[in-house]
């Protein structure tokens, strides 16, 4: 039986790709075991976003080449799309597949013989243009499931529809199926996931179905308890999605929503699909409805022309909204991207102070977010690590719990109480338990 290894880089959607893949290998009978484990055949997805993308693909083949010197090296993923013949290059490489190939490795890459030089198996990225379903397995609480992929948004910093594609999306049926067989599993969470996930619907160009159709058909599927969705651009988190989520039961009052700018001359320049006016909107509505939910924001600093002031203003905007965390990005230019032409790149030091200054906004607002939660009764869905006899797990508004270990809490839904902030970190102790594990399945 051969042995396959995976390695992944990035996002949430290539952790589940690589699970999806991973599981396809399986059914075709080979072993999956863990990179340092001699496999004979090692498959490294790879994303465009990483920091020095380059640099590490080139540190994991080298790696994997000094466990197993034979083995077969195959790389996937966005970075493979964008730069196949570079990574064809890279000594130790035996296959580049682009993204229209990944899905279909196990069949293109038969039998897994090292051939003299790289081959590469990517097609341009207009092929791209098919849905895989793909869902992770990793981790037994919570799964990580693509129902979108691909996106048709053009903004002025991202190379992810050059290494994704077209916005797609899988049917709600289809969805349905897979969210079915996951119920049957011990899993308990399921994160809807994707490019660009509030456009969900457009099949083969054609916009069929909308996401809050696929909230409500997911919230009736038996034995999953909890659907948090990852990720919903301003522009798409509808009235009508904030109302839904407010009034079900088993979707979470959690959104990340990603604002990049809080000045709307930046938001230009990036061409995004708003003003900061519309987000301070959206994000009154929720707190209207959901005074506890957590609000995550994702913001880039350093993009060109950002000066101190339009900085500033962002810093300013953030501060004064009422928001749970930030996911803050230094700007970096991206090949083949109209930013990276822009003029006025800000220097490397004003970005990483930017940046510094917004890691700070980010705990004082987490901080202040989990004060606002103490006293209150939450549902944690307890998960399998122990760490120095403590377990860890989330409330639905995304608080992070610690708790003594107790193997009967291992993937349970408990209500707690939240009764203070750990010292040593950003943590929520809770006092006993409050009820019976909550039923499932
Ligand atoms: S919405 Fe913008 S940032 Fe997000 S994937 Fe599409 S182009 Fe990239």
Redesign the pocket.
């Known amino acids: 039986m051969k042995k396959v290894a995976f390695y992944t880089l990035g996002c949430k959607l290539n952790y589940s790709e690589t699970s999806t893949i991973s599981r396809m290998f399986e059914q075709k009978g080979y072993k999956k075991v863990d990179f340092t484990d001699f496999p004979d055949i090692f498959i490294i997805n790879t994303c465009s976003v990483t920091e020095n993308a380059d640099k590490k693909c080139h540190k994991i083949v080298r790696e994997a080449r000094g466990i197993s010197p034979d083995a077969y090296v195959a790389i996937i993923g966005c970075y493979a799309q964008l730069k196949p013949k570079e990574i064809s290059e890279i000594p130790g490489v035996d296959a580049v597949l682009g993204a229209a190939e990944k899905f279909r490795l196990v069949e293109l890459l038969d039998g897994f013989v090292r051939p003299p030089h790289a081959t590469i198996y990517a097609s341009d990225i207009a092929q791209a243009d098919t849905f895989n379903t793909s869902y992770s397995m990793h981790d037994r609480t919570r799964t990580f499931l693509k129902v979108q992929d691909g996106?048709?948004?053009?903004?002025t910093?991202?190379?992810?529809?050059l290494a994704?594609g077209n916005s797609r999306s899988d049917s709600i049926e289809n969805i349905l199926k897979t969210a079915r067989e996951i119920a049957a599993t011990d899993v308990r969470e399921v994160v809807l996931t994707g490019?660009?996930t509030g456009?969900f619907g457009l099949q083969n160009g054609i916009r069929v179905e909308r996401f809050i159709d696929l909230a409500h058909a997911l919230d009736q599927v038996e034995g999953i308890d909890r659907f948090r969705i990852s990720s919903i651009?301003p522009n798409l988190l509808t009235d009508e999605i904030i109302s839904f989520v407010a009034g079900s039961q088993r979707f979470v009052p959690h959104f990340h929503i990603?604002l990049?700018s809080g000045s709307n001359k930046i938001l230009r320049l990036?061409?995004?699909?708003y003003q900061r006016e519309l987000y301070v909107e959206r994000v009154a509505r929720i707190r209207e409805l959901m005074p506890h939910a957590c609000i995550g924001v994702d913001v880039i600093v350093g993009f060109p022309g950002e000066t101190q002031e339009d900085f500033l203003e962002t810093y300013r905007f953030l501060n004064d909204l009422d928001i749970s965390y930030l996911h803050v990005f230094t700007y970096s230019e991206r090949e083949n991207t109209p930013a990276a032409e822009m003029p006025n790149p800000v220097p490397g030091s004003q970005r990483a102070d930017r940046s510094k200054m917004l890691h700070i906004l980010s705990d004082k607002k987490r901080r202040k977010f989990y004060e606002q939660n103490i006293g209150r009764e939450a549902t944690v869905l307890f998960e399998h690590d122990i760490e120095n006899g403590m377990m860890h797990g989330f409330t639905e508004n995304y608080v992070r719990v610690v708790a003594k270990y107790d193997p009967v809490l291992v993937n349970e839904l408990r209500r707690v109480n939240l009764c203070r902030i750990s010292d040593e970190s950003l943590l929520m102790e809770v006092e006993d338990t409050v009820e019976e594990t909550l039923s499932h399945h």
């Open positions: 996106c048709d948004y053009s903004c910093f991202c190379t992810i529809p994704r490019v660009n456009d651009e990603p990049q990036m061409r995004r699909r």
